[in-house]
């Protein structure tokens, strides 16, 4: 039996769109999708390994910017703890045969949000 790889790709859109809506009927409709993988709530122990993960990216970030806003520091850590969780899920859909995951508010929705409070 080969591992594959399964689809990932991010639900994008305005706030209200709906996105989750999506979300929710794509984990209706089948048993090897998931989808509503987030950044919010991810579990606190990925959270701290993200925050030491992110120490050199916090590091070029505030000379770039000479200040950095606890929003952007909250936002980098969970960019790469998010990172640290979907790997973990794609070694899981390997195992359980999923073949997409689906993101919702995911690394598009991060780094568009940390570019535009820039």
Known sequence: MTNKRPLI???????GAGKSTLSDCLNA???NVRAGLTIWGLPTATLLLGAIVSAPSLVLLTIDRRRLRVSD????????AFYLYLKKQMERAAT??????FLDE?????????????
Not at 73 to 80: D, S
Not at 96 to 101: C, F, K
Request: glycine share 8%; hydrophobic share 50%.
């Open 96 to 101: 359980s045969r999923d073949v997409a995951l």
């Open 106 to 118: 995911g690394v598009v929705f991060a780094i568009s949000k940390l570019r535009a409070d820039s």
């Open 73 to 80: 520091l909250k936002q980098v850590v969970r960019l790469n």
């Open 29 to 31: 409709h089948g048993r």
């Open 9 to 15: 790709a991010e639900i994008v859109g305005p706030a």
